[in-house]
């Protein structure tokens, strides 16, 4: 496996909290990404980064934060969770943008918003 | 609009059986084609990816059939094994996109 942790594994949140989901990589690899995981809708991106503090939205972006303040580190927030954020959320490094540098996924963190 | 669809939403095969999962895509700018196998619990790991240049790729069991004309890809496991079992994404990108990946397939490989 890449030298992928997200942190915590597993979460459950009452309905307008702040969450933050956390992912480290040992892999000093320069992209990171967001994605969450619904059944009948696949892998969706939420944000990713191309650098510290270099950040953009993907497909599925309201309501979600990110900040990368180191290499290693990629951090997400739900600014104030909704039952509707109830997902597996999974992070994912690339060493480059282009299409020959493949997606390491991390082992995901299963949020419930109740 | 969905961009990659997947079909079927569920296979059941028996072992040493061909699975056969199919992908469509809409964006004719894509040329990158990869498939990502993810066992429960795990996160998806990349197993097999085509570009269009070529019209099939092969990796021990697992093969990429690509029809550019239809827009259609498949991925075959020949001689399906339960450990073959798992859900499959096919994905769909350009030079100036970012990956979109379909909805996914959960493959059962009865013993």
């Known amino acids: 496996d890449a030298g992928i942790t997200q942190s915590p594994r597993h979460k459950v949140t009452e309905t307008g909290t702040p969450v933050t989901l956390r992912c480290h990589q040992t892999?000093?690899?320069?992209?990171m990404y967001w994605y969450r995981q619904d059944p009948g809708h696949g892998l969706r991106l939420i944000h990713y980064s191309y650098g510290v503090k270099d950040t953009d939205k993907g497909e599925v972006s309201d309501g979600y934060s990110v900040s990368r303040s180191k290499t290693e580190d990629f951090l997400l927030t739900l600014e104030s969770a909704t039952s509707s954020q109830t997902s597996v959320y999974f992070c994912?490094?690339?060493?480059?943008?282009?299409?020959?540098?493949?997606?390491?996924f991390g082992n995901g963190t299963r949020l419930t918003v109740t | 609009q969905q961009q990659v669809k997947q079909s079927p939403q569920s296979l059941i095969v028996q072992k040493g059986g061909i699975s056969i999962i199919n992908c469509a895509y809409e964006?004719?700018?894509?040329?990158?084609f990869p498939w990502y196998q993810q066992f429960p619990g795990k996160g998806p790991a990349l197993l097999i990816a085509i570009r269009p240049d070529v019209s099939e790729k092969k990796e021990g069991r697992f093969t990429i059939s690509f029809n550019k004309s239809a827009k259609q890809f498949s991925l075959h496991i020949m001689d399906s094994q339960p450990g073959d079992s798992a859900t499959y994404f096919c994905?769909?990108?350009?030079?100036?996109?970012?990956?979109?990946f379909g909805k996914g397939i959960t493959l059962s490989v009865r013993p």
């Open positions: 964006n004719t700018a894509f040329d990158y």
């Open positions: 994905a769909a990108a350009g030079a100036n996109s970012k990956l979109t």
């Open positions: 892999e000093n690899h320069r992209y």
């Open positions: 994912a490094i690339s060493e480059f943008t282009d299409i020959n540098s493949p997606l390491h």
